[in-house]
């Protein structure tokens, strides 16, 4: 359904929308997990170990990383590859799906920077 004003849409079609956009806001809410796919998608080329996401996003707690790379993990956006070296080691990639969502990230970084320019313009 295209977001637009129109009169003539049902109860239903609206309802449905809600519960599309309260998803999106449930999976990409906060301020981390949105940091992490784009580090996830700047560094796609890299082997991004825990200790080097942590180091790369400023302000985040390994215990914080750990947490979102699991919802993100859970709702099949970010993988979690474990290499059984000695000792094992675990990296993390942005998956096909989770490539899905970069154009909406890139506008929302779009908008932000706008928004950011236009408040400092006051």
Request: charged share 30%.
């Amino acid at each position: 359904m295209k977001v637009k004003s129109r009169r003539n849409v049902s109860a239903e079609q609206c309802n449905e929308a809600m519960l599309a956009l309260r998803d999106s806001i449930e999976i990409w809410g906060g301020k981390w997990k949105l940091m992490i796919l784009l580090y996830l998608t700047i560094k796609v080329k890299e082997k991004n170990f825990f200790m080097e996401i942590v180091r790369g996003i400023p302000g985040i707690s390994g215990k914080m990383l750990s947490k979102e790379l699991k919802d993100l993990e859970m709702n099949k956006l970010v993988e979690r590859i474990v290499h059984t070296t000695a000792p094992i080691t675990v990296e993390y990639a942005i998956t096909e799906y989770g490539k899905s969502f970069v154009p909406v990230a890139e506008k929302l970084l779009q908008w932000g920077m706008s928004h950011r320019e236009l408040i400092k313009a006051k």
